[in-house]
């Protein structure tokens, strides 16, 4: 073409051919591009789908620890009412039963947390498009901490100090005997002094009292745990209807 002098059709051509091969690049870098993000859309459904099993499981395990911590404060607070009198009006079975259904449970929220704590260590939070999701997360580990403070620093102290107290200070094999009847093939013993005694202690008195005020905040607690994996659990419903 350059000999027989149709340079200006040469150039069209060239030109031509130069705009096909750089639409076909940047058609080839689209569809790249949308299979990256199909590709992370789905794995972002797949966490979505994972996270909300968890979650699911961990609303079930927060019903279990409300149920717990409930029925533990439901016992101390009638124990409580017999503390302080002069001659309280419960019997040495009733007194053993009480004290040993407050201190015999240790009350410990054990979410599921595989999940979770995958997304979060190979960084695939990022994945997440809800910022809503994103900041509901962050709240929750707010949480988590005050609750893993009052169960390990404030309910367990006053619940081993209680325990502390009847070994130092009560016949915890008649106790037994008398709230269950022999356990593990032990009788009452030869130490078969009233128990009662202790009622008028100002010090099992604080204890008690300190365990019925950590545990009645920890119910709150509880609670507002329960709540925010419900709303969790609701946003990833939203976020997966939006992906599909």
Do not use: C
């Amino acid at each position: 073409m350059l000999e027989q002098g149709k340079t200006g059709k040469y150039f069209k051509y060239a030109i031509g051919e130069i705009f096909l091969v750089v639409i076909g690049i940047l058609i080839a870098l689209q569809i790249n591009n949308w299979n990256e993000q199909r590709k992370q859309s789905n794995l972002e459904q797949d966490y979505l789908y994972a996270l909300k099993m968890e979650f699911e499981n961990n609303v079930l395990e927060v019903d279990r620890v409300i149920k717990l911590n409930n029925k533990l404060f439901t016992n101390a607070k009638e124990l409580s009412l017999y503390t302080g009198v002069e001659n309280p009006d419960i019997s040495e079975e009733r007194f053993g039963q009480l004290y040993f259904d407050v201190i015999n449970s240790e009350v410990q929220y054990r979410p599921g947390s595989g999940v979770l704590n995958e997304i979060i260590s190979s960084g695939k939070l990022n994945l997440f498009q809800n910022k809503e999701l994103k900041n509901a997360l962050a709240a929750l580990d707010g949480l988590l901490l005050k609750i893993r403070f009052q169960e390990n620093e404030e309910l367990a102290i006053m619940r081993v100090e209680l325990i502390f107290l009847g070994q130092d200070h009560m016949g915890l094999r008649r106790m037994a005997n008398d709230a269950y009847g022999e356990m593990f093939g032990l009788d009452r013993g030869q130490h078969v002094q009233s128990n009662l005694s202790m009622l008028q202690s100002m010090q099992f008195d604080n204890r008690l009292v300190g365990f019925i005020f950590t545990s009645g905040y920890l119910d709150g607690r509880y609670k507002a745990l329960k709540k925010q994996l419900e709303l969790i659990i609701e946003i990833i419903n939203a976020s997966m209807l939006e992906n599909t």
